[in-house]
């Protein structure tokens, strides 16, 4: 009996342990209170932490969500190498008034000192009165080390504890990113106070081979989110370089991929939206081709795609008119395609779209099989035939054989 007793709170405690997940937010990783990397992990009954480079301010939160959280007493106060600390728990339910102080990593020299391979240990046997230490760590002077940088992004959660690092190659400093998508920033020892993005000038993207001169936190605030040039989609094994002394970017190689999206025609013919009645539909044995069939059809519209997350238009702005059995080239973030001929009404309209993915073009040609002015007057017109020969989309109008891009075969 005695024994089961003795089984019963040993499994009792095992498992008040591991009721809770404890993680450790703080600067050394860019405050992430839900980072796998930094969650105490019981090891032979003990809840610890290995840190490879360990400093600055922290707080231990609970379930990867900042509230409750523990913090200090007072500011200033915190754990030494060797030390233990009673930490201050609180539910944080009303911001600042009853949030702890950050607690801090205490370090006996003057200046930029960290520890490296560090480890922590988490005494949570009452869970309102966590208990901290410090039970290893090697001393360094940070500020003679020679500066880290890294990338950090959507494509890693925007976790700059965890971001790759720039790494020498020859000289030159560089990183693979297995997935580069989305937006990014480069930071410097993978915290926020440094960092680079989006250049304060241009405002362009990222584009494959191109250097590109980023934009730096200053005085303005910290630069946009980075872009890649191409917006249809991102790079599969990514290979980017860093000149620190221009801050130049370079995405060197990789190899590109598309998002998977819808392509959408909005106008003033449905009010603007991206629905099913807008959605273009892939042409069957055409790559990279799409097309939109409407009963009727008229005024301004534009070429999106996704749910406004990229727009096609006109180049040249109301200068530039479309006009049925007429190719378009279309511009990324072009302006509103206009009508050549506003007061007209087109029916038994086909809208056929061509994409150039990897060089952001797009063409775009429009039939319809009858037009209509706005009183009603029906104006002879020969009639559009459409076919599909061997695969292909061949559209006669005139005795003119076009292909579904538009040009005269």
Request: glycine share 10%.
């Amino acid at each position: 009996m005695k024994k089961l007793f003795t089984f019963a709170i040993a499994l009792m405690t095992a498992l008040a342990i591991n009721a809770t997940d404890y993680f450790f937010a703080g600067a050394a990783n860019g405050w992430s209170n839900n980072n796998d990397a930094w969650k105490f992990v019981e090891v032979e009954g003990v809840l610890t932490l290995e840190v490879a480079d360990l400093y600055g301010d922290f707080k231990v939160t609970e379930n990867g969500a900042w509230h409750p959280q523990h913090g200090a007493a007072a500011a200033g106060e915190g754990v030494a190498l060797g030390g233990t600390y009673n930490l201050v728990k609180c539910d944080d339910s009303e911001g600042d008034k009853d949030a702890p102080a950050n607690c801090t990593i205490l370090i006996p020299n003057e200046g930029d000192w960290r520890y490296k391979n560090a480890k922590l240990e988490l005494d949570a046997s009452d869970p309102d009165h966590l208990i901290i230490a410090l039970v290893a760590g090697t001393l360094y002077d940070h500020s003679v080390a020679p500066k880290t940088y890294q990338i950090v992004g959507a494509f890693n959660g925007w976790d700059a504890s965890g971001a790759p690092s720039f790494e020498d190659v020859n000289g030159v400093l560089t990183v693979t990113v297995e997935d580069l998508n989305g937006t990014f920033k480069i930071i410097e020892e993978h915290a926020w106070t440094n960092q680079w993005a989006t250049n304060w000038e241009t405002g362009a993207g990222l584009a494959l081979g191109v250097p590109y001169v980023l934009g730096a936190k200053g005085d303005a605030g910290e630069p946009e989110n980075l872009a890649l040039a191409n917006p249809f989609g991102g790079y599969k094994n990514a290979v980017l370089t860093l000149d620190i002394e221009n801050f130049i970017l370079t995405l060197v190689s990789g190899d590109f991929y598309v998002t998977q999206a819808d392509w959408y025609v909005p106008g003033t013919w449905q009010n603007w939206k991206c629905n099913e009645s807008s959605k273009m539909d892939p042409v069957f044995g055409e790559e990279n081709t799409y097309e939109l069939l409407l009963a009727e059809f008229s005024g301004d519209f534009k070429v999106v795609y996704g749910d406004w997350a990229v727009e096609f238009g006109s180049a040249k702005g109301a200068d530039e008119k479309w006009d049925v059995d007429t190719e378009m080239a279309l511009s990324f973030r072009g302006d509103n395609l206009y009508p050549a001929h506003p007061t007209t009404q087109y029916e038994d309209v086909t809208i056929t779209l061509v994409v150039d993915y990897e060089n952001v073009a797009a063409t775009l040609f429009i039939t319809a099989e009858n037009i209509i002015s706005s009183v009603g007057t029906v104006e002879l017109q020969a009639k559009s035939i459409k076919r599909i020969e061997n695969g292909q989309v061949i559209i006669e109008n005139n005795g003119v054989r076009y292909n579904a891009a538009g040009i005269a075969q």
